[in-house]
């Protein structure tokens, strides 16, 4: 714990804290933000971290990361090193990245390509399916390799989403949301993509605030230029903002997608998942500066370029914009309870090329200025909600409803997930 965290040390222990924090999410307001140490006391962070990120289904990559068989990512939920690899079947599969000797690390870079995976430690060798296949004879006669097979973490994927789970035993259900983002996802040909450009960026912030700053659109007037030159602030018909001419125009589009067979219903699998396909500001195409074609080769199937974007929500850790020539999805790590860090990937065709088909530094403009923008929101939220002068102030029903339903989402996930074990 460094200095500045034991400013925000509000608890005395960690069994103190976790009856403080079934006190504060079951005596909060639903309509008002959360009561300080939620946004940055240590041992709640802490809470969280064993509640929601080491138990609920997370975002990691895309399946087209992983490519060929030995293509493996890491990445790090909070403490756990996590290493996904696309085994020898052509299978993805995830486990802790931990070597069962004594612990080192195993893979330590974020990406790479192995036939078999060697502990840089002593050399202790696994195949793709976490075998352990080599330990040096030193290991004495008795020793069983059998007994040292690298620990699974679950690991499923669909619609080019890879999603992990470190609960010890059955996961939370997720095949439901799992199938529609496999429908959804269908006209992409997610196979066929990859990763043109990615940025990552380190947030003064508390997680929750910068998942809070994504679920509405109310701060977008005051501080996305970029991004309001093509995105409405709204995303569903049913918002007060929209207006007669654009719900017209919903119904166009709308008719459009179904003659291509471009899903668009709008779908929700309970508070944690959401899926909306919504059209841009009419005229514009897809999330540039001038709302034109970012790349050459629309993506998949797609042959109509106004396909607006698909939002997609995965709680705790994800929302993305499916569009019909790029998609750029992000990924949420809490790293401390002031620290997040944010992820951004743009994907085009796999064809595309950089350069003739594509300018990476368009890809990313739009997104590039809002993730700063937002950063810059979110750690100012922060530094206020550090301040004496802080108190739970009142979201707006109409236009923060996404804040509101995260916060239930999160409040519960604690709480249930707390009852089952620790609280
Ligand atoms: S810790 Fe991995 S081989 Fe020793
Ligand atoms: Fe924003």
Known sequence: MNEYDLLNLTYNSMEEARRQMVRLLEERSRTYSLPRPLYNDPLLFRIDMEE???KEWLFVGMTCELPAKGDYMTVEIGQNPVLIVRDRDGEIQAFHNVCRHRGSRLCTKASGKVATLTCPYHQWTYDLKGNLIFASPEMGENFDRNEYGLKPVHCKTAGGFIFVCLRHGEPPAIDDFLSALA???EPYDMENTKVATESTLEEQANWKLVIENNRECY???GSHPELLRTLLEWDDTTDPRATPEFLEHCERQAQ????EGIPHRHLEVGLRNRIVRMPLKEGTQVMTMDGKPACRKTL?????RELGSMRILHLPNSWNHMQSDHLIVFRVLPVS????LVTTKWLVHKDAVEGEDYEVERLRQVWDATNRQDRDLAEENQRGINSLGYEPGPYSETYEFGVINFLDWYAETVLNNGKQGRF
């Open 52 to 54: 929601v990120f080491e």
């Open 300 to 304: 998949g199937r797609v042959q109509n």
């Open 219 to 221: 701060h977008c007037s």
């Open 183 to 185: 429908e959804y996802m």
């Open 256 to 259: 459009s997608w179904d003659r």
């Open 337 to 340: 309870a002031q620290k997040t």
